[in-house]
């Protein structure tokens, strides 16, 4: 089976700064790949790149054999590459389930015809989204007035809206309780494998990244100095000397 992401040679340097040096990976169909290392390691950075906000210097990235590199973050979801952020974005005064209306209004390229709410259009296929992430019950609620953890499963149902096959997630267990960083991480887990999602994430907490990741890449000053399982990382000299401290 070919590989959903295909990642070779990734570069990108802002004036002197090497932020992202060389970087190649892969990623396979219901697999989850977590991107670590220290702050400015340049996970974002990469992210961006996948994502389409920053063109790259140099590199490749395949995703289901085409090569997205230069396209619009717009083009890249609707390829079927969903992404949450550190920072949840949803609209606070739009219920749960208009959020994802409207993610659903615009994987359909129909978000120029809404002239005002979006009434029952998708209400079906938006609630059976807040299904999957256990927040049906609170459908009709604005995300405005949500616990933190909620709107993250909320952000998550969005990013489902064009049935990816690829999802980035950068840090999104960010401003999380311990508990439900991993209850979140858990949930994404089922669905992804359920699914055939290839998921690639960044994330500080390290009971999330040992416990749900199935590798781990780690980069550090940009350049990627181990992979492998979570056994294979956590033992890795380098990885414990930039990353872990040695205590992990």
Known sequence: MSA???????????????????????????????????NGAGKSTCFNMLNGQLAPDNGIARFEGRDIVGLSPRAIWRLGVGRTFQITATFSSLSVREN???????HAGKLKSL?????????AEADALLDQVGMLDQAARPCGVL??????RVELAMALANQPRLLLMDEPTAGMAPKER???MELTAKLARAQKIAVLFTEHDMDVVFGQADRIIVLDRGTLI????????RTNPDVQAVY???TH
């Open 100 to 106: 994802v209306q409207m993610a659903l209004y615009s």
């Open 244 to 246: 872990l401290g040695g």
């Open 115 to 123: 002239l005002s709410r979006f009434g029952t259009a998708l209400g």
């Open 147 to 152: 616990a933190y953890g909620d709107l993250k």
């Open 4 to 38: 959903v992401l295909q990642v070779e040679g990734l570069r990108k340097a802002f004036g002197g700064v090497q932020a992202v040096a060389d970087v190649s990976f892969a990623i396979d169909a219901g697999e989850l790949l977590a991107l670590i290392g220290p």
């Open 226 to 233: 181990a992979g492998g399982t979570p056994e294979e990382v």
């Open 182 to 184: 991993i209850a979140l």
